[in-house]
């Protein structure tokens, strides 16, 4: 894996110039050079960095491909798109999507009414609201209320039962009536892991038969008028295009005979989201088989073909795409805290007069390692290690012997490592599981990577900074949650190495990519962690800036957000401190307001410089 497979993932976001990784734009400053700026103002866990540019970028791109797309085809429909709010509804993030899409006319989509509040107060004038997901009677009356407020908003119904409450809406109320879509319920189903949205058993969407009695029902009701949209999506992730191309043939068709029906107003089929994004740091393994561009010329072809077969005029194209958009605009920067096998230092070996004869030979293969026997030293000194503990279980050899054999061992590991790192044998890989490095992060992977816990999703990581030495170490994250699940494994089939830093001499960064959907909204207080700090960062030709700082919650806060009165902590804390005794007054002072500084800065570590 070169450069941890950063030509793989990066889209050229990122570069590595003089051993820094860099933002490939502008002026190319390096992730190392904004930390170390944000780490200035005493600013110790771990920091999420957002890049509007990238949003920017990718929102240009979405639409400059199904644009080219429509022309290319000579199709006669337009294309529109909206921003799905669960993937993130961080308030930076969702200004800097508005923000980008400003010239595009680019949508929001809510699928809660929590987030159409948050839509409704934040669209760009005249910009499309989609709302989707199950609904009661005030969701839907909120969307009465955002078309009585100006919004362009299309309600999807999910089900027969909301459409019959729209109807009921619009009876008692003079409000403006919102557009009407339609989820389909399709045949063809979805792909990738998170494809339970497809499908005939799927949860959401309308069957045929039922699509039918809602035709009927809005004709009867005079809402005809007001059916523009039907909505499909197949699932997110989508690493195969096959399954996106049955669902336009199908949905198409449905959209076509809608329109025979009497559907007069009918004019767009919502395609939903699921355009993939690379996570992989492996060359080899390719997560999905389209480009956008086949994507959106696949897109558009079908459904110009479907269209003119049956007469009808080209619908305007939507999609949800919302992990597309955003998973590559934010990056998660950790320090690391800790290197465990630091614990055996060779200055910290304390042989005796006469050590048992396992020791006095690990100690001798330890001299004599050269690359012509490293590999074979290494066998012996793992053979060694294993005998020697169980001659400590068996109370043959004391706490000092094994000490001793410990760090001899880790030594030579890490000697040998070094002798043998131009050869890359699957052995020495192997070999690597038992000589894998732990990096302690100051940082929680259920708050942060969710998904690394619940899917077993991988994110591109790598250090910012050291890359012009030959990393050696095979790696192990630990985060600092006391969960064991809290860690990512080293995995010789796509091993990470890492370098092997003295942490008191210097400190160590590393940033995890494409972390910007659905991690943040999906991420757990475990242990009480929460959302690290945020920056905002603008890159131009002469440097970059900082803004939008968001402090992680300070631990009062977040005790107090799970409904304990932080009043009553304190006062609690301040008297039993106020009431013990041996100590002054003014230690008692200067304790306390110890005690007050710690709870008013955030649960991450401080423990590095
Ligand atoms: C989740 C969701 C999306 C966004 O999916 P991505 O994979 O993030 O593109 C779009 N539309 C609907 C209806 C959704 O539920």
Redesign the pocket.
Known sequence: MKNYGLENWSENNFAIRDGKVILNTKSNPSLLQITNAIRKKDVRGPIILRFPHIIKKQIQNLYKHFNYSIQENNYKGSFKAVF?L??NQFPHLVQAVVDAGREFNYGL?A?SKAELILAMSHINSGAHITV?GFKDKEMITLAFIAAQSGHNITLTIEGLGELKTIIEVSKESKLIVPNIGIRVRLHATGSGS?AK?GGMDAKFGLTATEILEATKLLKENVLLDKFTMIHF?IG??MDDISPMKRSLREAGNIYAELKMLGAFALSNINI????AVNYSQNSNSVMHNYTLKEFSSSVVFLLGEIMNAKGISHPDIFT?????IVASHSVLITPVLELFSQDYHADLLDLKEINPPLVEELHELYKALSSKNAIEYLHDAIDHIESLLTLFDLGYIDLRDRSNAEILVHNIMKKSLLLTSNLHTNELKQLQVHMQERYLINASIFQSLPDYWGLEQNFPVMPIHHLEQKPLRGASIWDITCDSDGEIGFNPSAPLYLHDIDLKKEEYFLAFFNTG?YQEALGMAHNLFTHPNEYTIEIDNQGFSISNEEESKNILEILSSIGYSSQKLLKKLKEDLSSSKFITEKEKNATLSKLETYIYQNGYLRTTS
């Open positions: 799905p669960k993937v989509e699928g989707n998170w949205s999506h997110s992730q939903g989201g699921g355009l949800e795409s919302g992990r597309y959907a």
